[in-house]
């Protein structure tokens, strides 16, 4: 395979230095493995701005998918009851784990462009007393929409429920205070605005909630809580855990802290999409988001004429050295660009002259 940028949100474009860390085989019993668990858990802390005696960090294997399932699992029994909101397919998907579990719930749905709305969520927790959960995706890479993740967290603390907050996408590449928000559990993955490889999970999880976990989970290898009380004892992971992915991901962790923390890495990914949707906006392709909901992670862009054909736009950027994604929208046809991962401003001005080339190309 030819060395392709990757403009998706996740698996993302990686610096060397961390696909080198890769190279090395380690065992999980280790003693100097189990300490890159433990410091992979204080340093996330550190970034989610909480402390260790209110916070803990607990890593699951597999993708960011299996960590939201896990506190499904786990932070939820049979007699609650959750309010999901949902504008994307991951919050649909968040819907479809529920129903697999028998969680009870209700869903509030707004359409895939548009925020939620303070006042009707605001009537159904006044409405519907038996809710003990909110939850919600805070970047939709569905569209690239970020969600107002201050309104939900204010509404969470004036009716006092769990909150559960789908950060995968957003997690690291802006800042999130999860302590000042209220934020009960935090969930993100290792391949996304860290900029590691994929493979595990993480959640940032309130102590006191999760210590009232125990015996929760429906599932045993997604039990939250068992795998943060194996993990609390020196690092060990309950079950084999991907060493190689969990090396790489230390040092992109190092490589965040040394270009300047979240505040740096948010400003280069803000410059990427800015510039990505104002070239392109020139040429006749539209963002389908409004820039005042925009997230500077991923854009959805409307096809720009009926003659465009994406797996030709594809193949063609792809030739040239660039990834793209399809779009994941249903009533209008859409594809995708990520500016997350190591992708810099000359990369971003490469890729609009690779496809201004290409809507001359196919105008001809």
Known sequence: MN??????????????????EMLFDRCTWD????????????QLLELAGAAEDEYTVVLMQGSGTFAVESVMHTATTNEDRALIITNGAYGERIIKMAMYIGLNFKEYRVQYNEYPIESEIKAILEEDQEITHIIMVHCETTTGILNPIEMVSKLSKEFGKTLIIDAMSSFGGLEINVPLLGIDYLISSANKCIQGVPGFGFVIAKREKLLACKGNSRSLSLDLYDQWVEMEKDGKWRYTSPTHVVAAFSKAIDELLEEGGIPARFARYQNNN????????????????????????????????EKFNFAEFYSYTKERGFVLYPGKLTDVDTFRIGNIGEIYEEDILALCEIIEEYMGVMVK
């Open 3 to 20: 060395n392709y940028k990757l403009l998706t949100p996740g698996p993302l474009t990686t610096t060397s230095t961390v696909k080198e």
């Open 31 to 42: 003693n100097d493995y189990k300490s890159i668990t433990q410091k992979i858990r204080a």
């Open 274 to 305: 800015r510039m990505l949707r104002e070239r392109l906006a020139k040429i006749g392709i539209h963002a389908y988001i409004t820039d005042d909901k925009q997230s500077p992670i991923i854009t959805t862009f409307l096809f720009p004429n």
